[in-house]
Structures are given as structure tokens and as C-alpha cells.
């Protein structure tokens, strides 16, 4: 969350760090700010609101200079509260949470300093005035010794015109160099130019200055390798499309197909085998759309492979001192690599014996610096803060998983079902506008119902999730059997239930709560691949859907629902990439 962008060279830095910005803009869209050194002044610009309003900063002069996008945590959005933030000499930027803001708030106004904003990053700037004595990159060290809590930070100097300090710890910086100069950045879409970059590790530090990098450790001057690999730094198009979001879903398939991994025949993979024969509990941690992801795999490994799963979201398992008995498997899930709660779950559950295996998008990732062993979805860049591609290469990477444990402990893996599933999934995308006739019923109700039974459960909170995030309309998901244990009493006249129905076994059951929603007035929309139910009159519309491997049933059913969030998100005068108060990389507690 947040979005750091910095530049020094020999080119006007404001152009540069307004384009950075706009690459960064799904990590937070309350507000943006520059911050441009020239003459040994620094001159700032701010905007409450997206990086569209900064449009105007190209005219500051300057060749060094830090930008911000920003996403709330302390302060509401506004002018005053937007990042850069200047004390004294400097002006900070910064992305993370600092825990301890209040206790060295009261130290600095204990001095008598005042303070311009409600932020908690604001007494980053105030400390490295303080411990200012000519040399920032000693007061950076000082000021970051100081805080608790996460930071990635970028600070420029009036008393050192010609340079970028940054320093890192839980949150992701890069730096990179081009043929015009230095940049350090959040993400590498802002710096997807540089023919060369580089991760910083936590507690380590950096200087760009007069075409140098230089990278420091607290303990003095370090080496860096150059990142091996990265994939997809292009920005992608919208292309045809009216959204990232919509062109997202049609490549569905393909993130799919890309991300399937055949362990049978794949011999690159021949190293996981260990790993996978001697595991005998499974954990899965995860947040939001990866953590639905988990319980989707939880219902495929339990079936498929006979092994104890057990998921939990991440912000979760680090508090709740968990039990990891020997032979554990961890799998953590996370789209960014950067979850900060599911790298908190993922160290605790090494540092406790498990091993690790890091399900991620984004290679050179903190999560996978921490992992035993890492999996790549092969899902593309996604763009809209709502996932929907990189959630079902996720299901098809994780039903590989289940697959290949399934072979190891001698039960046969399900490889080819899984190949099926491309070209089901463009089957399922040709008739991907059909729930668009449904938007207006939902985006006008005062509540919404996903329900399901099994595998079918995974799709309704996901279902429900998007709904959420993208029209703003009150949404759950819940296992069908539940809905007699209370919340019936929130159905009522034209309340709309979303029924997801792959299960033959299940079937039945999970009619019967449709019947019940029916005889007090709900309006059901059916999600199914079973044709004998699309006809009942509980139903009052149907969406069919090919059949698959049941197991794997939720990286189909749950297409339609991403559309019907989408169509409802339209309806409702709503930009379904940008919805407020979400951000794409969730980098804080």
C-alpha cells in the first residue's frame, strides 16, 4: 500500500516521478505528492485524490526528487496529510506503518517542534533533522534505529542536493539505473526502463548519488547482486477493453494454462518430491482472495491426497501461537510477495520447523527470500485492485500441488483433468455477459447472499468478496447448511442469493437452502454444472456451466461471479479497478 517513486540524474526529475506515479497507482489512490530539489530548495506539490491531479508538478525544476501515492492508515486523505512530508532540511517519504509514532511525537514536540499532519510518518522527516550532522545517510541510520513497525523510505536533503537516500524494513523498495539516472520505487512497474535493478533486503540501506548505487548494512558497506529475473516488468494496456479488470477475466485461460505445473513429467520440479512425500499435516496461511484460494486447495488436498489441511488467514496464525507438529507443510499464498501478514506467518511457521513453500506472482519478492521453496503463478501483471486472473492461476498452481501429493502418496494425480481446464475456462468466458442482465436486481438491494456447499463454499466467499470490494454492497458468503442458524432471518422479499452448485453429492443439500431462501421470497441466481437443476423453480435464473473435475470446480464456477461483480460495480457508477479504500499490495498490518 502506498506508492514510493525517486529519481536523481541528469534529466527534470517532476516528469518522471509523475509517470512513476501513475505506474503505481493501484497501491493507494487517497492522495499524491512530489517533492523536487533545485537551487538547494525543495519545492512539494500535493493533491488530495488520484495522480491525474498532479498533472500540473511538470513545471517544477529540479533533477533530484522523491513522489508518493498514497493509501490511508493515520490521518484522513487530504492535502496536509499527503506524502512528501518536509521537516528542516528534508522531505520523506514513506510506505509502511510505524507502531511507535506517538512516543517519538511527544519527544520531538518536547523539543518544541510542530507538526503539519496527522500522519504517523511525518516523525521520520522530524528525526532526520535532528540527527542531521552533514552526513543523511548517518541520520537515516539514527532515525531508523528509532522505529518500530514497518518502513520502506525515501529521503531527499537540501544540505545534499544531488542525492536519494532510502532505507528498508518489511516493506519493498527497489533501485535501478537507466541511461538518464538512478530511481528507487516501490514496484517495478515504476522503473520498468531500468536495465538494471536491484531488491533491498530488511535493515538495509541505499544511496543514489551522481550515477553511483551504494548499499549499506548497519554494520557499513555492502555488496548487491542484480535482480536475476524480472517477469512482466512491462505496463501493461487496457487495450480494447473498458477495464483492467474485464481484460483481467479474459485472460483467465491463459493464467491458467501458464500456471499449471504437470509434476508428473516435469522433471524441473523432481526436487519438490521430497518435500511432498514426507509432509504429513499441511498449513495454509493467506489474507483475502489468496486466503479463499487456501481453503479451495484444502478441499482438493483432503480429497485428492488424504492429507490434514489446515487454513488460516495470516494475520491470524501469527497471534494465535500455532502448533506445528514435525513433517509440517506450510504453503503461503500471496499475490505481491508482499503481504505483510503472510510473511510474518510464513517466518514464524520456519522459524517453528515447518517448511515453507512461497504460491506467488512476483518473482524477487520478500516472501520468496523467506520460503524453502517457491511456486510461481504465471498469471501476468494484474492491474485492477480486484483480483480475478491471478486467483484462478492460483487454484491451478495449488490443484497442481494437490495433484502431485496426491502421486506421492500413491493415490494418482489428476494431470489430466487439470489441462482440461483452459480451454473450460474460455468456454466459461464466452458467456461471460450473462450476468450483466442480473446487475441492476443486486445493485439495488440492501444485502447479498453467496452460498455453497464443499468446494462450492471456496467460490461463494469469493463470489461475495468481489461483490464487496468492487459495488460497495453488503455481501457474505456461507456454507449452505448455515444459513438456518440465523441468517435466514435476514432474507426477505427480493433479497437476491447466489447458489454456486458443482457437487453431485452435495446437490440435494444444498437445494434444499435454495428452497428455503425461495419460500421467503429471495430471487436465486444458480451457478451450476449439474443441467437436471437449472430448470427448478426455485431458481429464478441459472448461469450452466461446463462439468470439470469436481475438485477443482471452484477455478470455473467462480468466473460468472467475478463478471457479476464487475456488471454490478458498473451499474452502480463505480470504477471496478480502483475501489476506495482498497489497494492492490497490502504491505501493512
Given at each position: 500500500?502506498?506508492?514510493?517513486?525517486?529519481?536523481?540524474?541528469?534529466?527534470?526529475?517532476?516528469?518522471?516521478?509523475?509517470?512513476?506515479?501513475?505506474?503505481?497507482?493501484?497501491?493507494?489512490?487517497?492522495?499524491?505528492?512530489?517533492?523536487?530539489?533545485?537551487?538547494?530548495?525543495?519545492?512539494?506539490?500535493?493533491?488530495?485524490?488520484?495522480?491525474?491531479?498532479?498533472?500540473?508538478?511538470?513545471?517544477?525544476?529540479?533533477?533530484?526528487?522523491?513522489?508518493?501515492?498514497?493509501?490511508?492508515?493515520?490521518?484522513?486523505?487530504?492535502?496536509?496529510?499527503?506524502?512528501?512530508?518536509?521537516?528542516?532540511?528534508?522531505?520523506?517519504?514513506?510506505?509502511?506503518?510505524?507502531?511507535?509514532?506517538?512516543?517519538?511525537?511527544?519527544?520531538?514536540?518536547?523539543?518544541?517542534?510542530?507538526?503539519?499532519?496527522?500522519?504517523?510518518?511525518?516523525?521520520?522527516?522530524?528525526?532526520?533533522?535532528?540527527?542531521?550532522?552533514?552526513?543523511?545517510?548517518?541520520?537515516?541510520?539514527?532515525?531508523?534505529?528509532?522505529?518500530?513497525?514497518?518502513?520502506?523510505?525515501?529521503?531527499?536533503?537540501?544540505?545534499?542536493?544531488?542525492?536519494?537516500?532510502?532505507?528498508?524494513?518489511?516493506?519493498?523498495?527497489?533501485?535501478?539505473?537507466?541511461?538518464?539516472?538512478?530511481?528507487?520505487?516501490?514496484?517495478?512497474?515504476?522503473?520498468?526502463?531500468?536495465?538494471?535493478?536491484?531488491?533491498?533486503?530488511?535493515?538495509?540501506?541505499?544511496?543514489?548519488?551522481?550515477?553511483?548505487?551504494?548499499?549499506?548494512?548497519?554494520?557499513?558497506?555492502?555488496?548487491?547482486?542484480?535482480?536475476?529475473?524480472?517477469?512482466?516488468?512491462?505496463?501493461?494496456?487496457?487495450?480494447?477493453?473498458?477495464?483492467?479488470?474485464?481484460?483481467?477475466?479474459?485472460?483467465?485461460?491463459?493464467?491458467?494454462?501458464?500456471?499449471?505445473?504437470?509434476?508428473?513429467?516435469?522433471?524441473?520440479?523432481?526436487?519438490?518430491?521430497?518435500?511432498?512425500?514426507?509432509?504429513?499435516y499441511i498449513q495454509i496461511v493467506a489474507c483475502g482472495t489468496a486466503y479463499h484460494s487456501g481453503i479451495a486447495a484444502k478441499h482438493a488436498i483432503e480429497r485428492l491426497a488424504r492429507i490434514p489441511v489446515e487454513v488460516t488467514v495470516a494475520s491470524e496464525y501469527r497471534y494465535c501461537d500455532p502448533i506445528v507438529r514435525a513433517n509440517t507443510l506450510v504453503l503461503a499464498v500471496s499475490q505481491s510477495g508482499e503481504t505483510a501478514d503472510t510473511l510474518a506467518a510464513a517466518e514464524l511457521a520456519k522459524a517453528r520447523g515447518a517448511k515453507v513453500i512461497a504460491v506467488t506472482n512476483v518473482p524477487?519478492?520478500?516472501?520468496?527470500?523467506?520460503?524453502?521453496?517457491?511456486?510461481?503463478?504465471?498469471?501476468?501483471?494484474?492491474?485492477?485492485?480486484?483480483?480475478?486472473?491471478?486467483?484462478?492461476?492460483?487454484?491451478?498452481?495449488?490443484?497442481?500441488?494437490?495433484?502431485?501429493?496426491?502421486?506421492?502418496?500413491?493415490?494418482?494425480?489428476?494431470?489430466?483433468?487439470?489441462?482440461?481446464?483452459?480451454?473450460?475456462?474460455?468456454?466459461?468466458?464466452?458467456?461471460?455477459?450473462?450476468?450483466?442482465?442480473?446487475?441492476?436486481?443486486?445493485?439495488?438491494?440492501?444485502?447479498?447472499?453467496?452460498?455453497?456447499?464443499?468446494?462450492?463454499?471456496?467460490?461463494?466467499?469469493?463470489?461475495?468478496?468481489?461483490?464487496?470490494?468492487?459495488?460497495?454492497?453488503?455481501?457474505?458468503?456461507?456454507?449452505?447448511?448455515?444459513?438456518?442458524?440465523?441468517?435466514?432471518?435476514?432474507?426477505?422479499?427480493?433479497?437476491?442469493?447466489?447458489?454456486?452448485?458443482?457437487?453431485?453429492?452435495?446437490?440435494?443439500?444444498?437445494?434444499?437452502?435454495?428452497?428455503?431462501?425461495?419460500?421467503?421470497?429471495?430471487?436465486?441466481?444458480?451457478?451450476?454444472?449439474?443441467?437436471?437443476?437449472?430448470?427448478?423453480?426455485?431458481?429464478?435464473?441459472?448461469?450452466?456451466?461446463?462439468?470439470?473435475?469436481?475438485?477443482?470446480?471452484?477455478?470455473?464456477?467462480?468466473?460468472?461471479?467475478?463478471?457479476?461483480?464487475?456488471?454490478?460495480?458498473?451499474?452502480?457508477?463505480?470504477?471496478?479497478?480502483?475501489?476506495?479504500?482498497?489497494?492492490?499490495?497490502?504491505?501493512?498490518?
Amino acid at each position: 500500500m502506498c506508492g514510493i517513486i525517486g529519481y536523481a540524474g541528469r534529466e527534470q526529475a517532476a516528469p518522471k516521478l509523475v509517470e512513476g506515479l501513475k505506474r503505481l497507482e493501484y497501491r493507494g489512490y487517497d492522495s499524491a505528492g512530489i517533492a523536487v530539489l533545485h537551487a538547494g530548495e525543495i519545492a512539494v506539490f500535493k493533491r488530495k485524490g488520484r495522480v491525474s491531479e498532479l498533472d500540473g508538478a511538470a513545471k517544477f525544476l529540479g533533477d533530484v526528487g522523491i513522489g508518493h501515492t498514497r493509501w490511508a492508515t493515520h490521518g484522513e486523505p487530504s492535502e496536509q496529510n499527503a506524502h512528501p512530508l518536509v521537516f528542516g532540511r528534508f522531505a520523506v517519504v514513506h510506505n509502511g506503518i510505524l507502531e511507535n509514532y506517538l512516543e517519538l511525537k511527544e519527544e520531538c514536540e518536547a523539543r518544541g517542534e510542530t507538526f503539519s499532519s496527522q500522519t504517523d510518518s511525518e516523525v521520520a522527516a522530524h528525526l532526520l533533522e535532528f540527527y542531521y550532522r552533514g552526513d543523511a545517510l548517518a541520520a537515516l541510520k539514527q532515525t531508523a534505529a528509532r522505529l518500530k513497525g514497518s518502513f520502506a523510505l525515501a529521503a531527499i536533503c537540501s544540505a545534499e542536493p544531488d542525492a536519494l537516500y532510502v532505507a528498508r524494513r518489511k516493506s519493498p523498495l527497489i533501485v535501478g539505473r537507466d541511461e538518464t539516472g538512478l530511481y528507487v520505487a516501490s514496484d517495478v512497474p515504476a522503473v520498468a526502463e531500468c536495465g538494471e535493478l536491484y531488491a533491498l533486503s530488511d535493515g538495509e540501506f541505499a544511496v543514489l548519488k551522481r550515477g553511483t548505487i551504494s548499499f549499506y548494512d548497519e554494520k557499513g558497506e555492502i555488496g548487491k547482486e542484480r535482480m536475476k529475473f524480472v517477469r512482466d516488468a512491462e505496463i501493461p494496456e487496457k487495450g480494447s477493453y473498458a477495464h483492467f479488470m474485464l481484460k483481467e477475466m479474459h485472460e483467465i485461460p491463459a493464467a491458467i494454462a501458464n500456471s499449471l505445473i504437470d509434476f508428473e513429467s516435469d522433471f524441473r520440479f523432481s526436487g519438490f518430491n521430497i518435500v511432498l512425500c514426507h509432509a504429513e499435516y499441511i498449513q495454509i496461511v493467506a489474507c483475502g482472495t489468496a486466503y479463499h484460494s487456501g481453503i479451495a486447495a484444502k478441499h482438493a488436498i483432503e480429497r485428492l491426497a488424504r492429507i490434514p489441511v489446515e487454513v488460516t488467514v495470516a494475520s491470524e496464525y501469527r497471534y494465535c501461537d500455532p502448533i506445528v507438529r514435525a513433517n509440517t507443510l506450510v504453503l503461503a499464498v500471496s499475490q505481491s510477495g508482499e503481504t505483510a501478514d503472510t510473511l510474518a506467518a510464513a517466518e514464524l511457521a520456519k522459524a517453528r520447523g515447518a517448511k515453507v513453500i512461497a504460491v506467488t506472482n512476483v518473482p524477487d519478492s520478500s516472501l520468496t527470500q523467506i520460503a524453502d521453496l517457491t511456486l510461481y503463478t504465471r498469471a501476468g501483471r494484474e492491474i485492477a485492485v480486484a483480483a480475478t486472473k491471478s486467483f484462478n492461476a492460483q487454484l491451478a498452481l495449488l490443484y497442481s500441488l494437490a495433484s502431485a501429493l496426491s502421486l506421492a502418496k500413491g493415490r494418482g494425480g489428476r494431470f489430466g483433468a487439470l489441462r482440461l481446464l483452459p480451454p473450460l475456462a474460455e468456454q466459461v468466458l464466452s458467456g461471460a455477459e450473462e450476468p450483466k442482465k442480473f446487475a441492476p436486481a443486486f445493485a439495488e438491494a440492501k444485502s447479498v447472499y453467496f452460498i455453497g456447499r464443499g468446494a462450492d463454499y471456496c467460490a461463494a466467499l469469493e463470489g461475495s468478496l468481489k461483490l464487496k470490494e468492487i459495488s460497495y454492497l453488503p455481501s457474505e458468503g456461507y456454507p449452505a447448511g448455515e444459513l438456518k442458524h440465523g441468517t435466514l432471518a435476514l432474507i426477505e422479499k427480493g433479497t437476491p442469493v447466489v447458489a454456486v452448485l458443482t457437487q453431485r453429492a452435495l446437490a440435494e443439500k444444498t437445494m434444499n437452502a435454495v428452497s428455503e431462501v425461495y419460500a421467503r421470497g429471495a430471487d436465486v441466481l444458480l451457478v451450476t454444472n449439474l443441467p437436471e437443476y437449472a430448470a427448478r423453480k426455485e431458481a429464478a435464473h441459472c448461469v450452466l456451466l461446463p462439468e470439470c473435475e469436481e475438485a477443482f470446480s471452484p477455478i470455473l464456477s467462480v468466473i460468472p461471479l467475478q463478471a457479476l461483480a464487475y456488471y454490478t460495480a458498473l451499474f452502480c457508477g463505480n470504477d471496478p479497478d480502483k475501489p476506495r479504500n482498497l489497494a492492490k499490495s497490502v504491505t501493512v498490518e
